[in-house]
């Protein structure tokens, strides 16, 4: 790898980082700069999983205000994330992806619609979310809600384009909280699932290590800024965003499908 493909990874990783803390699209733009790079499709896969652990650590270490009182939540949580995450990892180094390729785009665009309709689903059911949850006491987990997550922690193993998307969702569902805050609780989430993906990947010898240390420099720095341009957002427009960019990138997938 040239020192200017290293140097267009690294300003990918940056927008991939800063893009996934946000709206939870991060591989909307790491994995086309990894194809761009001339690594072949699985190997962009499994590479782009390997460097977007660092998002994670980045928006962890700027998140800290939204995610106060939410510990009791990750301890919860993130075992579902790491076994799911490792099972999709399983199910991409072992099967192919065909089938699930073309059903990605409808789970995909339906999260997205989701996201924009929430409110008023919400007040429809007499569940209309609070403006804090410091405490995190109000936490109204249910059975098909972790059946989701963990669906879509195995979606994250597998291929993860636009798991972010849809983890706000589910969460939004069952957790009454800001939108700011899911956004935080996702991050760190889709690290855990992340990095059990990736112990898997190394260990196989199927990642490209040279394309995946500088896409992870540039995505540890994104998701560091990350947390403090969603803090700043209403969460009304941040809705909006991570709906509508969710949209755009279903069309994309269904395109690329067919």
């Given at each position: 790898?040239?020192?200017?493909?290293?140097?267009?990874?690294?300003?990918?990783?940056?927008?991939?980082?800063?893009?996934?803390?946000?709206?939870?699209?991060?591989?909307?733009?790491?994995?086309?700069?990894?194809?761009a790079?001339?690594?072949p499709?699985?190997?962009?896969?499994?590479?782009?999983?390997?460097?977007?652990?660092?998002?994670?650590?980045?928006?962890?270490?700027?998140?800290?205000?939204?995610?106060?009182?939410q510990?009791a939540?990750?301890?919860?949580?993130?075992?579902?994330f790491?076994?799911?995450?490792?099972?999709?990892?399983?199910?991409?180094?072992?099967?192919?992806?065909?089938?699930?390729?073309?059903?990605?785009?409808?789970?995909?665009?339906?999260?997205?619609l989701?996201?924009?309709?929430?409110?008023?689903?919400?007040?429809?059911?007499?569940?209309?979310?609070?403006?804090?949850?410091?405490?995190?006491?109000?936490?109204?987990?249910?059975?098909?809600?972790?059946v989701?997550?963990?669906?879509?922690a195995?979606?994250?193993?597998y291929?993860?384009?636009?798991?972010?998307?849809?983890i706000?969702?589910?969460?939004?569902f069952?957790?009454?909280?800001?939108?700011?805050?899911?956004?935080?609780?996702?991050?760190?989430?889709?690290?855990?699932s992340?990095?059990?993906?990736?112990?898997?990947?190394?260990?196989?010898?199927e990642?490209?290590?040279?394309?995946?240390?500088?896409?992870?420099?540039?995505?540890?720095?994104?998701?560091?800024?990350?947390p403090?341009?969603?803090?700043?957002?209403?969460?009304?427009?941040?809705?909006?965003?991570?709906?509508?960019?969710?949209?755009?990138?279903?069309v994309?997938?269904?395109?690329?499908?067919?």
């Amino acid at each position: 790898m040239s020192p200017l493909e290293s140097a267009l990874l690294v300003l990918a990783g940056v927008g991939g980082g800063l893009v996934g803390s946000v709206v939870g699209l991060a591989s909307l733009v790491t994995y086309p700069a990894l194809l761009a790079a001339g690594l072949p499709p699985v190997t962009a896969n499994v590479t782009n999983t390997v460097a977007l652990v660092a998002s994670g650590v980045g928006s962890a270490a700027s998140s800290r205000p939204e995610l106060t009182g939410q510990r009791a939540r990750l301890v919860r949580l993130a075992p579902v994330f790491a076994v799911g995450g490792l099972a999709g990892a399983v199910l991409l180094v072992t099967t192919p992806g065909e089938v699930f390729e073309r059903v990605v785009p409808f789970l995909v665009g339906g999260a997205s619609l989701l996201m924009l309709v929430q409110p008023r689903l919400r007040r429809l059911l007499r569940r209309e979310a609070s403006p804090s949850d410091a405490a995190g006491d109000d936490v109204r987990e249910s059975w098909p809600a972790l059946v989701g997550l963990f669906l879509v922690a195995v979606y994250g193993g597998y291929f993860g384009a636009a798991a972010g998307v849809i983890i706000p969702v589910l969460l939004g569902f069952v957790l009454d909280t800001t939108i700011q805050r899911l956004v935080a609780l996702k991050n760190i989430l889709l690290m855990v699932s992340n990095l059990v993906a990736a112990a898997l990947f190394l260990a196989l010898g199927e990642v490209d290590l040279l394309a995946a240390l500088p896409l992870a420099v540039g995505i540890l720095v994104g998701g560091w800024l990350g947390p403090m341009v969603a803090r700043r957002l209403p969460q009304g427009v941040l809705r909006a965003v991570i709906g509508v960019a969710g949209l755009g990138l279903a069309v994309r997938l269904w395109v690329t499908a067919g």
